[in-house]
């Protein structure tokens, strides 16, 4: 009897142990708030940001065509800039779709972006340009196109002065809504 209670004890010490360890090293398991939100400020000085007059931006990497991962994910973007739109912001967030095919047809690139909304911006890198933002931003990619698997993160960046830093990544599909919207609003 005291050998079971000592085994019992051993193994709950050990779970709360493991529990109190997984806590603090994913602490999106413990702060449901902001799971599926990766905090990560850098600069960033994509090409597509050139000309933009947005303070805020959100960028989806993904491919034309992509059905099991893009559209799940980019149907839910076009919700949330929907439910941006009806929150009156002073600074509406440009949506940017930058297709991971390079030397795609940019007309082919921006009528899949405005499929799902007409105000969604696209943007079709070369190789080079692709290759700089994979590596920056550490993107899973593949050369497969539509075949490859990608992840549905998505992008938050903030125009600082001249230049454009990146503030938060959005890692779950369907995205976490209500934080998305709560992170914008708080930027204004």
């Known amino acids: ?23 603090l090293a994913f602490p999106a398991l413990t702060d449901s708030e902001h799971a599926g939100r990766a905090e990560k400020q850098m600069g960033v000085n994509f090409p597509f940001l050139k000309n933009e007059k947005s303070e805020l931006i959100l960028v989806y990497f993904g491919y034309v065509g992509c059905t099991r991962i893009c559209t799940p994910a980019l149907n839910d973007l076009a919700h949330i800039y929907r439910d941006l739109q009806d929150q009156k912001l002073k600074t509406l967030p440009s949506v940017w779709f930058v297709n991971m095919t390079p030397e795609m047809d940019p007309l082919s690139v921006q009528s899949w972006a405005e499929h799902f909304d007409k105000h969604f911006k696209s943007y079709a890198p070369n190789v080079n340009e692709l290759h700089g933002m994979v590596q920056l931003l550490n993107l899973v990619y593949s050369d497969l196109g539509v075949e490859a698997e990608h ?22 599909s369907p995205y976490n809504r209500e934080l998305i919207l709560k992170d914008i609003g708080a930027l204004q």
């Open 1 to 23: 009897m005291k050998r079971s209670l000592k085994t019992f004890s051993g193994v709950l010490l050990i779970v709360i142990a493991f529990s109190l360890i997984a806590g």
């Open 151 to 172: 992840m549905p993160y998505l992008y938050l960046i903030r125009k600082v002065g001249a230049k454009y830093e990146l503030v938060y990544i959005y890692t779950s």
